[in-house]
């Protein structure tokens, strides 16, 4: 018989800013793409970032799920709380810092890999808005729980 699997989704808040611009599209193509959302001094979201930390049923996680929750405030919040994402992911080396949620959602995924966690976290969601959000799963093959 095959032990079932456990889903529990933690959610984090992160205050962020970020305007949206490519620095491989002109001023007007970054106009007319990106609209209210590229101006001039860019704007802030309170982002919902939740995490669905996946376990057996058999196996003892809670212990584990504590030190999870902290090593992903570390690797995705703290970092990037009330800062601007444009500049944090250009001094982490990103080339085109566009802050689009689904960059955003693809750096915070490599993080996530880059610390080992891809064995425990099998969805990342990253609430931009009410109406907006973008999901991706850390595990091999980006294949999420349904």
Do not use: W
Not at 11 to 23: G, Q, V
Not at 67 to 72: A, F, G, N, P, R
Not at 123 to 132: A, D
């Amino acid at each position: 018989m095959t032990t079932p699997r456990l889903y529990k989704t933690i959610t984090f808040e992160l205050k962020a800013h970020h305007r949206l611009i490519s620095n491989r599209l002109s001023q007007e193509e970054n106009e007319r793409i990106y609209q209210k959302c590229m101006g001039k001094f860019g704007h802030g979201h309170n982002y919902k970032i939740c995490v669905t930390f996946c376990h057996s049923a058999d196996d003892i996680f809670y212990g584990r799920l504590k030190h999870l929750t902290s090593l992903v405030h570390s690797l995705l919040i703290e970092p990037f709380h009330l800062k601007s994402l444009n500049a944090e992911f250009a001094a982490m080396g990103v080339e085109n810092p566009t802050t689009t949620g689904e960059q955003i959602v693809s750096i915070f995924t490599q993080k996530l890999v880059e610390a080992g966690l891809s064995e425990h976290v099998s969805r990342l969601e990253v609430q931009e808005t009410r109406k907006n959000s973008f999901i991706t799963s850390p595990k091999k093959g980006g294949h999420m729980a349904t």
